[in-house]
Structure formats: structure tokens, C-alpha cells
């Protein structure tokens, strides 16, 4: 599967303050990659998926100007939380997609997590 | 209505039981399945993806039946170490639909 790592592992912040998470593919040149978000005894919420050389698609209620993500090359993805306050405080995590466009088989392999403390 | 649904647990099991995790989906346009594990505060990684025909790796056998919209996974013969959350996903048109996690804790 593929290797993807995150940076940074965790981060404080104040509130008000923006915070910018990297997502890298080491093995793999990713067309294609997700932003998840996971509060506390909660499973993994979709935000949004990240398509190189082009604009993220964002899920419901997930506001895209308060989440900048840009995928500028095939490895790397930022999501950045932008004015984080305290209820963006969470575990961010991204992933990658492999397999081919179209057809049913894809898996995902995630990076270790970026857990977001916002003061 | 969710679109994966899973219970939420905990199974408290005995090392060496076997036991087995349910998953429904809601969306029949649904088109590949996977179980992963999910350790406390550790990202998800990979169990083993879901086949039409069945599948079983080692201790494990995933199940999935599309005419009900359902998936399983046995896991024989448990281990401590077994003790994690699992997480039943769903792929839809590209997108990954997560269930909300089975926990299982395996005991001495």
C-alpha cells in the first residue's frame, strides 16, 4: 500500500490563529487525495477530496473558505484551518487513493493523523 | 439515514473466541468494501478489502452479501493485541463512507 506521512503530528494554537496541515505521498504520485476529520469516539467524516491541479471538492456544511486545501503536486496536499477556534479542535487526517479512476477497486491508505488543539 | 451502519460495541471477548462484526449500507450503488482497524488515537489502517466471493486472511474472513447490503468479519482464535476498533467503509462513486466502529476489547 502506500506510505503517506502527515506534518505536524500535533499543534496548539490560539484561537484566531491559522494553522497549516501537509499531507505527502512518499510512494505513490496521488491524483487524488482526502481530508477527514474525527472528534472523540466518533468515526472519520469526510471533508473534503483534494484532486491535483484543481480545486478540492468539499462535503456538506463543510466550509471551503474556513478549510483551504491545495494540491499542488502529486505527493503533497495542505489542508489549512483558517481563524481555527476551539470547536476545530480534532484529529485530521488524510489518505490516499489508489487504484484506477473508474474502477471499483480502490483502497485508501492514511497518513498517521495531525491531532489540533485550539486554545 | 446513515450511510454505513455498524454496532458500536464494545465486545468483550476471551482471548481465543471467536467472534464476528456485523456492517449494513444503505446505498446499493455501493461498489467495493473494506475493514479497517483503528487503534486509540492512531490512524486507520487497511484490515482487508471485502469480496463478492468472500475472502480470508489468516484469522480473518470478511463476508460480504450485496443482495442484503451486508458485510461481516470473523475473526477467529482472538489476541490480545486484537483489541482495536473496527471500522467498516464504504466506497460510493469514489468517496469513502465510514461506519461509526465496533470496539473490541480481547482479554486475558
Known amino acids: 500500500g502506500a506510505v503517506v506521512s502527515q506534518h505536524p503530528s500535533w499543534v496548539i494554537c490560539k484561537s484566531g490563529t491559522s494553522v497549516k496541515i501537509e499531507c505527502r505521498s512518499l510512494?505513490?504520485?496521488?491524483?487524488?487525495m482526502f481530508w477527514y476529520r474525527q472528534f472523540p469516539k466518533q468515526s472519520l467524516m469526510l471533508m473534503a477530496t483534494s484532486n491535483e491541479g484543481s480545486k478540492a471538492t468539499y462535503e456538506q456544511g463543510v466550509e471551503k473558505d474556513k478549510f483551504l486545501i491545495n494540491h499542488a503536486s502529486l505527493t503533497l496536499s495542505t489542508l489549512t484551518v483558517t481563524s481555527a477556534h476551539p470547536e476545530d479542535s480534532s484529529f485530521y487526517i488524510c489518505?490516499?487513493?489508489?487504484?484506477?479512476?473508474?474502477?471499483?477497486?480502490?483502497?485508501?491508505?492514511f497518513g498517521p493523523g495531525t491531532r489540533l488543539t485550539v486554545l | 439515514r446513515k450511510e454505513v451502519e455498524q454496532d458500536p460495541g464494545p465486545f468483550n471477548v476471551p482471548e481465543g473466541a471467536t467472534v464476528a462484526f456485523n456492517c449494513t449500507y444503505s446505498n446499493s450503488a455501493s461498489q467495493s468494501f473494506f475493514w479497517y482497524r483503528q487503534d486509540c488515537r492512531k490512524e486507520p489502517k487497511l484490515l482487508m478489502s471485502?469480496?463478492?466471493s468472500g475472502n480470508e486472511d489468516g484469522r480473518f474472513t470478511a463476508q460480504l452479501n450485496r443482495a442484503s447490503q451486508y458485510i461481516s468479519l470473523l475473526i477467529r482464535d482472538s489476541k490480545l493485541s486484537d483489541s482495536a476498533t473496527y471500522l467498516c467503509v464504504v466506497n460510493i462513486l469514489n468517496k469513502f463512507y465510514f461506519g461509526s466502529g465496533t470496539k473490541l476489547n480481547v482479554k486475558p
Open positions: 510512494d505513490f504520485q496521488a491524483t487524488t
Open positions: 471485502v469480496y463478492s
Open positions: 489518505s490516499v487513493k489508489t487504484g484506477t479512476s473508474g474502477t471499483s477497486y480502490n483502497e485508501q491508505f
